[in-house]
């Protein structure tokens, strides 16, 4: 069943405190017992992104239902077919009933009720709110009206600028400003919210997820991807045309369509825009959502040289024994044919031995056999491995799975360099040999005390030998993007609490970097995995800092430079990144997961070829 969120009654006590708070800066609260006779639904929608309503009750607000929804969060939509000419204030509003609908498209209603807004995701979420009508007493007038006509949102449509920025006296909120639609894409949806609204012909950005839910841009050439994405390449490119796409009508009475990212969603979709925790503003279709399949195939790395070294680095999401076979023997048929076998493979989300059982086993021997197993039966090579397994519930993840990062290496064609003491507290470190760096633990994390990596993956660091040359590699998974606010948050810019971690984490990983280019000039080392962050974010910034550094990705042309799919942005979250003395590569984002309704995992791989 599509996902949604649920609403509850309480809704109008909630906003009231944060209107107390300031975090809904900018509206006027009516106290429960106030109330108001004849209004429409431009008068409860006002200017702004609160009702000047809100608290109040209000009696004989008349509208055409437009859209019902009998699941998740239940109600029904209504709008005036009569509109004002303020272009700020919508014409629509969505009704909230609890309990299943009574009431079909295209009755004429006269409702009284309390005005609410409700936040999606909770007032912490920094999630803008959707004003609606709660505790409804529903008459109907009459039955088979005609609907308004929708508002087609177009390319010409929505302004390229996204958001305004935030009133400083407000904390950074929008909430307060008065909504200026012909400037700032986040003012236009709002100023849709809750009207029945169509879409033609529009590019699939975002593939079908898990919910019954993909995403599409109206713009069809904004930052376009040569595979038909549309590419999130600073944070002052929001890409305004991207807009979530679900359907009002159940999935046991029509299934959703599976398209993948480049696919065309046909025809008109229309329905009432909807507001919500995970997508925003989302177009909830009353009609078929219809897709053309433009057959967007998996891609393949080339095979490396004899003489080149190919590292790669694969998120393989929660990997563990109980996961069905078959998702073992699809990513190792991804290592084999689509990463042509490379020969170091840095792996992150390897779980333990029986995954999120939270039972204090750390050992992950069995989580690798299986996967090292069905890469020999995909007819790949007998990978070696080395990791250091976690001290339990220390980083972070699902609990009980004790993720980490995992090092295969192909014995036939490199030689790991083994320096016994690492385990997970102790720190490894950088001396010199002969005038030539290596590390004192082989494998080894690093800096595993520092309060960088509390309740996160700590960097594994090894030392592999090829052809005679040292190659260092260290393997990476930084904290995620848990609790940073969304795109649309009311504050503009949105707050990104997670960076803070990330930064430090970077921090970490170019100091050591630097201690070894410090002995080492023209060391070949690596840093690889899963950064959680963007090319041009500040974390990647910390970690090449004073040059130790180049984010491999950026020698992709800015079309290609992504990673994930998310909300309809492709983005870059897994790098490679290499140290001065890595001067030739040829590098590859291998989308064979993220723009995909089907996936193996959500992260595409990164290879990196070269000669040390």
């Given at each position: 069943m599509p996902s949604s969120i649920p609403r509850f009654a309480a809704v109008s006590a909630v906003v009231a405190a944060a209107l107390a708070a300031g975090l809904l800066a900018g509206s006027t609260s009516a106290s429960a017992e106030d109330s108001a006779a004849g209004v429409r639904i431009h008068d409860i929608q006002g200017t702004t992104r609160v009702s000047p309503l809100v608290g109040t009750q209000v009696t004989g607000v008349t509208g055409i239902v437009t859209g019902v929804r009998t699941y998740g969060s239940?109600?029904?939509?209504?709008?005036?077919?009569?509109?004002?000419?303020?272009p700020a204030t919508s014409e629509g509003l969505f009704v909230f009933t609890s309990s299943v609908p009574t009431v079909a498209v295209g009755d004429a209603v006269s409702l009284n009720g309390t005005v609410t807004e409700y936040v999606p995701g909770g007032l912490n979420s920094g999630n803008q709110s959707l004003t609606q009508l709660s505790k409804p007493v529903i008459t109907v007038v009459s039955q088979g009206n005609a609907l308004p006509a929708p508002v087609t949102i177009s390319g010409w449509s929505v302004p390229d600028t996204y958001a305004p920025e935030g009133d400083p006296a407000a904390a950074g909120s929008i909430n307060g400003l008065t909504l200026d639609p012909e400037t700032y894409a986040l003012d236009y949806y709002e100023s849709l919210e809750g009207t029945n609204v169509r879409i033609g012909s529009s590019r699939v950005v975002g593939a079908t997820d898990p919910y019954a839910e993909l995403w599409v841009s109206v713009k069809p050439f904004e930052n376009r991807t040569w595979r038909g994405g549309t590419v999130y390449g600073s944070y002052e490119s929001q890409n305004s045309g991207r807009l979530q796409i679900q359907s009002l009508t159940p999935l046991a009475q029509q299934p959703f369509p599976k398209a993948n990212v480049g696919d065309r969603l046909t025809g008109t979709t229309e329905g009432p825009l909807d507001f919500n925790q995970f997508g925003g503003y989302t177009l909830t279709a009353r009609t078929p959502v219809t897709v053309e399949d433009r057959g967007l195939e998996r891609e393949s790395t080339a095979k490396q040289h004899k003489n080149e070294l190919a590292v790669a680095t694969y998120n393989v999401e929660n990997l563990d024994p109980s996961d069905p076979?078959?998702?073992?023997?699809?990513?190792a048929k991804a290592v084999v044919d689509n990463l042509a076998s490379p020969d170091i493979l840095?792996?992150?989300?390897i779980q333990d031995n029986?995954?999120?059982k939270n039972d204090g086993t750390v050992a992950a021997d069995q989580t690798v056999k299986k996967f090292t197993d069905a890469i020999v039966a995909a007819g790949g090579p007998a990978y070696e491995w080395r990791s250091i397994d976690p001290q339990n519930n220390k980083d972070g993840g699902e609990p009980g799975g004790n993720i980490r990062q995992v090092f295969l290496f192909n014995p036939e064609r490199v030689s790991f360099t083994d320096r016994a003491g690492g385990d997970a507290a102790a720190a490894t470190a950088v001396t010199g040999e002969k005038g030539r760096a290596a590390l004192t633990l082989s494998p080894g994390r690093i800096d595993p005390a520092n309060t960088a990596w509390e309740s996160s993956r700590k960097p594994l660091a090894g030392e592999f030998v090829f052809r005679g040359r040292t190659v260092f590699v260290i393997a990476n998974h930084f904290g995620s993007k848990g609790g940073d606010e969304s795109l649309v948050s009311?504050?503009?810019p949105p707050n990104r609490s997670s960076e803070a971690k990330r930064l430090l984490q970077a921090q970490a990983v170019n100091a050591f970097v630097k201690d070894i280019v410090a002995l080492e000039k023209q060391a070949d080392v690596l840093v690889v995995g899963d950064i959680n962050d963007f090319e041009f974010s500040g974390t990647t910034k910390a970690l090449t800092d004073g040059g130790a550094l180049y984010p491999a990705v950026k020698s992709l042309p800015r079309s290609e430079r992504y990673s994930y799919v998310y909300q309809g942005n492709s983005q870059v979250l897994d790098?490679?990144?290499t140290s001065p003395g890595v001067h030739h590569f040829a590098y590859d984002s291998v989308h064979i997961n993220a723009e995909f309704a089907d996936q193996d995992s959500d992260h595409d791989p990164q290879v990196l070829r070269f000669r040390p």
């Amino acid at each position: 069943m599509p996902s949604s969120i649920p609403r509850f009654a309480a809704v109008s006590a909630v906003v009231a405190a944060a209107l107390a708070a300031g975090l809904l800066a900018g509206s006027t609260s009516a106290s429960a017992e106030d109330s108001a006779a004849g209004v429409r639904i431009h008068d409860i929608q006002g200017t702004t992104r609160v009702s000047p309503l809100v608290g109040t009750q209000v009696t004989g607000v008349t509208g055409i239902v437009t859209g019902v929804r009998t699941y998740g969060s239940r109600g029904f939509w209504i709008q005036d077919p009569q509109a004002d000419a303020n272009p700020a204030t919508s014409e629509g509003l969505f009704v909230f009933t609890s309990s299943v609908p009574t009431v079909a498209v295209g009755d004429a209603v006269s409702l009284n009720g309390t005005v609410t807004e409700y936040v999606p995701g909770g007032l912490n979420s920094g999630n803008q709110s959707l004003t609606q009508l709660s505790k409804p007493v529903i008459t109907v007038v009459s039955q088979g009206n005609a609907l308004p006509a929708p508002v087609t949102i177009s390319g010409w449509s929505v302004p390229d600028t996204y958001a305004p920025e935030g009133d400083p006296a407000a904390a950074g909120s929008i909430n307060g400003l008065t909504l200026d639609p012909e400037t700032y894409a986040l003012d236009y949806y709002e100023s849709l919210e809750g009207t029945n609204v169509r879409i033609g012909s529009s590019r699939v950005v975002g593939a079908t997820d898990p919910y019954a839910e993909l995403w599409v841009s109206v713009k069809p050439f904004e930052n376009r991807t040569w595979r038909g994405g549309t590419v999130y390449g600073s944070y002052e490119s929001q890409n305004s045309g991207r807009l979530q796409i679900q359907s009002l009508t159940p999935l046991a009475q029509q299934p959703f369509p599976k398209a993948n990212v480049g696919d065309r969603l046909t025809g008109t979709t229309e329905g009432p825009l909807d507001f919500n925790q995970f997508g925003g503003y989302t177009l909830t279709a009353r009609t078929p959502v219809t897709v053309e399949d433009r057959g967007l195939e998996r891609e393949s790395t080339a095979k490396q040289h004899k003489n080149e070294l190919a590292v790669a680095t694969y998120n393989v999401e929660n990997l563990d024994p109980s996961d069905p076979q078959e998702k073992f023997d699809a990513l190792a048929k991804a290592v084999v044919d689509n990463l042509a076998s490379p020969d170091i493979l840095a792996l992150e989300e390897i779980q333990d031995n029986n995954g999120a059982k939270n039972d204090g086993t750390v050992a992950a021997d069995q989580t690798v056999k299986k996967f090292t197993d069905a890469i020999v039966a995909a007819g790949g090579p007998a990978y070696e491995w080395r990791s250091i397994d976690p001290q339990n519930n220390k980083d972070g993840g699902e609990p009980g799975g004790n993720i980490r990062q995992v090092f295969l290496f192909n014995p036939e064609r490199v030689s790991f360099t083994d320096r016994a003491g690492g385990d997970a507290a102790a720190a490894t470190a950088v001396t010199g040999e002969k005038g030539r760096a290596a590390l004192t633990l082989s494998p080894g994390r690093i800096d595993p005390a520092n309060t960088a990596w509390e309740s996160s993956r700590k960097p594994l660091a090894g030392e592999f030998v090829f052809r005679g040359r040292t190659v260092f590699v260290i393997a990476n998974h930084f904290g995620s993007k848990g609790g940073d606010e969304s795109l649309v948050s009311h504050h503009q810019p949105p707050n990104r609490s997670s960076e803070a971690k990330r930064l430090l984490q970077a921090q970490a990983v170019n100091a050591f970097v630097k201690d070894i280019v410090a002995l080492e000039k023209q060391a070949d080392v690596l840093v690889v995995g899963d950064i959680n962050d963007f090319e041009f974010s500040g974390t990647t910034k910390a970690l090449t800092d004073g040059g130790a550094l180049y984010p491999a990705v950026k020698s992709l042309p800015r079309s290609e430079r992504y990673s994930y799919v998310y909300q309809g942005n492709s983005q870059v979250l897994d790098q490679i990144l290499t140290s001065p003395g890595v001067h030739h590569f040829a590098y590859d984002s291998v989308h064979i997961n993220a723009e995909f309704a089907d996936q193996d995992s959500d992260h595409d791989p990164q290879v990196l070829r070269f000669r040390p």
